[in-house]
């Protein structure tokens, strides 16, 4: 875990983004957020590569083995450094597959290398989870531990973001004697057309795209990226 001082800073929340299943626009959504919002701060809570081809999951024919998929998700993060070229990040099921992988085969974790290493950015840094202290109390953050309403929250004692849920773009209060704090998933940044999601194609709820914000203030907002007719960003934000 690591802790840091947020008071008086903007901070940017992505969430998963699934390399390379990420959505078209979503580099161009984050970056015209980024050039609006001036964020101090970027967090990333997980599931920054997809991971399919050494999935634990049946296969599918159509879709790239591990090493092409790996080629094409570092070209893809090559481009979100560009945007933000420092950033935390939180240890996920997907991102994490690799050491899933070898611990499930009896390979010590001394013969691979840190992520860091791997996608060759020294400024991003993993952690299992993140505590940022703002105005408004510590606000603790995760990949993703509940999708019950507030759990996450009631838990921690203090504010809760996560990502994980893809269907899942809301923000709730809870109020105490003792305290306020609110519990806040950020949906995803995939495409959800594409094959690695396929398992979600008759599922009631559909994915949530967008990201979050924490303003200086400490207060928690969401920037939906609506799609038009044709799935593709339609270019508009709200006033930050």
Known sequence: MI???ARGKKVLIIPDTHEPHTHKDAYKFLKAIKSKLKPDLVIHLGDEVDGAGISFHDKIPEMDNASRELIKAKKGLDELEKIFKEMYI??????????RRMKSHGIPMDYIKPLKELYEKPNWHWHEDIIIDTDLGPVY??????????????????????GHFHTKMEITWHMSAMNERFNMFCGCLVDRDHLAFSYAKNNMPLFQLGCGYISRHGYPNLVRMNLNK????????PSF
Not at 141 to 153: I, N, P, V, W
């Open 141 to 162: 953050f995760c990949h993703g531990k509940s999708a019950t309403y507030g759990r996450l929250a009631k838990e921690m004692g203090c504010s809760a973001v996560q």
């Open 90 to 99: 939180c240890e996920s099921n997907h991102g994490s597959l690799i050491y």
């Open 3 to 5: 802790r840091i001082n």
């Open 230 to 237: 044709k799935g593709r960003w339609d270019n508009k934000l």
